[in-house]
Nanobody
Framework: QVQLVESGGGLVQAGGSLRLSCTAS????????MAWYRQAPGNQRELVAG???????NNADSVKGRFTISRDNAKNTVYLQVDSLKPDDTAVYYC?????????WGQGTQVTVSS
């Protein structure tokens, strides 16, 4: 059984910062991409940033220059440093891990940005 445990969400004022973490455990085989998605009320889930096992990074245009994804392969952990937050960044942020068989999802962590 695979578990993804996320932490670091919360309420922050516009312009503030948070650091999201997600640690994967269980029967995982050959983790490739680790990523963060987000879903705001009434919207579809969208990719925020992804990072491969080799360190290649893909960021959504809306977060470039403000969000930074990183990972610690030894700990099966992916991080998302979120800076210069805007009210439009308010959403539930989900961690995603892909191994050789399938994609797994975390339970989500709420990020709320007040203006």
């Amino acid at each position: 059984q695979v578990q993804l445990v996320e932490s670091g969400g919360g309420l922050v004022q516009a312009g503030g910062s948070l650091r999201l973490s997600c640690t994967a455990s269980g029967r995982l085989f050959g983790i490739n991409t680790m990523a963060w998605y987000r879903q705001a009320p009434g919207n579809q889930r969208e990719l925020v940033a992804g990072i491969t096992s080799g360190g290649s990074i893909n960021n959504a245009d809306s977060v470039k220059g403000r969000f930074t994804i990183s990972r610690d392969n030894a700990k099966n952990t992916v991080y998302l440093q979120v800076d210069s937050l805007k009210p439009d960044d308010t959403a539930v942020y989900y961690c995603s891990v892909v191994d050789v068989y399938r994609r797994y999802w975390g339970q989500g962590t709420q990020v709320t940005v007040s203006s």
